[in-house]
């Protein structure tokens, strides 16, 4: 089958003849249609995360994407949850083992048998990639391939993280909400959820035609912040002393120096946007965490339960997804420049 395989860290990718997968029990073959290509591609391609790098190492994985969608062509002994035929999607968990006290709580997330697609099992940069069961995602009639995709990493990430506005900080609708990197594939995603969910919303980006998308997104407030000081002030202007809750889809490290900046006191950061280890830790010292009160709510990803209501809100039309374009897997080198470059706003996706 055709695959995209990283040679050496940061170099092109190689499209390559490389065998389909084998499945092993409650595993099931996936027939590639789209990936889409999530801002974590691009960092592991770079090997910017030294813990991902590792795993890599050890399992030989140079295949990789998490944002496939396509048909179930096979299924592995005693699979009973999937059958082929069926529309799938495939995310960065590639199985959790259900039965450990993380999975017990519905917290797979922490699983510590998980196995991650890209870095433990081959991605969706290519014609096959196999998944558990368990973790395969459902794709509902009426969501297209190129939704389903993007929604097993960025969109689902991006649900998952507002969600945890009500979930954990309980916080009622009519207050106000940023979102930073909001023209992004997981932003854009974000702000939509978050209007949906009642809130008011400022979205966040750099530069004027990305600020332009998030206006047409249906935000409260589009902030450019290209120049911070300004956009600080504007939004404390904007919002009567900040947001109460800041949601950081950027993976840059200035996205967070701006929402620590733009919350009001025991406001809500929710950590989801993950720069590479070199751009340093989030720029929050023990006494200004003390004197803002803010608080930290870390979100990674999403679950089934949690894709099941997210693909809700797209058929309901209260979410649209942005697809800028379906390209040939051949692109992927050029996508990942663009990507770097915040040449597009949305999502693109590779057809392998
Ligand atoms: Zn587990
Ligand atoms: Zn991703």
Not at 105 to 124: E, F, I, R
Not at 262 to 268: E, M, N
């Amino acid at each position: 089958m055709k695959a995209a395989v990283i040679k050496e860290w940061g170099k092109p990718l190689v499209i390559e003849d490389v065998p389909i997968p084998t499945i092993g029990p409650g595993e099931v073959l996936v027939k590639i249609n789209v990936s889409g290509v999530c801002h974590t591609d691009l960092h592991i391609w770079k090997a910017d995360w030294a813990g991902a790098k590792a795993i890599q190492e050890a399992t030989g994985v140079r295949i990789i994407g998490h944002e496939g969608a396509g048909v179930v062509k096979e299924v592995g002994p005693g699979t009973t949850l999937i059958s082929p035929g069926e529309r799938v999607a495939i995310g960065w968990y590639n199985y959790v083992c259900g039965v450990c006290e993380y999975c017990m709580q519905g917290l797979p997330h922490w699983c510590p048998n998980a196995k991650y697609t890209t870095l433990h099992v081959p991605g969706t940069f290519a014609e096959y990639t196999k998944v558990h069961e368990r973790v395969a995602i459902k794709i509902p009639d009426g969501i297209k391939d190129e939704e389903a995709g993007p929604a097993a990493c960025g969109g689902g990430t991006s649900y998952g993280a507002v969600r945890k506005l009500i979930t954990i900080a309980h916080l009622p609708p009519r207050k106000w909400v940023a979102v930073i990197g909001a023209a992004g594939g997981l932003g854009h995603i974000a702000v939509q959820v978050a209007k949906a969910f009642g809130y008011k919303v400022v979205g966040v980006d750099l530069e004027p035609k990305r600020v332009e998308f998030v206006e047409k997104l249906g935000v409260d407030l589009a902030v450019d912040a290209t120049k911070p000081e300004e956009a600080i002030k504007l939004i404390k202007e904007k919002t009567g002393g900040g947001v109460h809750a800041a949601v950081v889809e950027t993976p840059a490290i200035g996205g967070y120096d701006l929402a620590i900046k733009i919350l009001r006191p025991v406001g809500y950061m929710v950590v989801v946007g993950c720069p590479g280890d070199a751009e340093g830790p989030i720029p929050i010292t023990p006494f200004i965490n003390v004197v803002t009160g803010i608080r930290i709510i870390p979100s990674m990803v999403a679950m089934p339960y949690e894709y099941k209501e997210f693909f809700d809100l797209i058929l309901e039309g209260k979410v649209k997804y942005h697809i800028e374009a379906i390209e040939p897997l051949e692109n992927l080198n050029k996508i990942f420049k663009e990507l770097e470059e915040r040449a597009y706003v949305g999502r693109k996706c590779v057809k392998p």
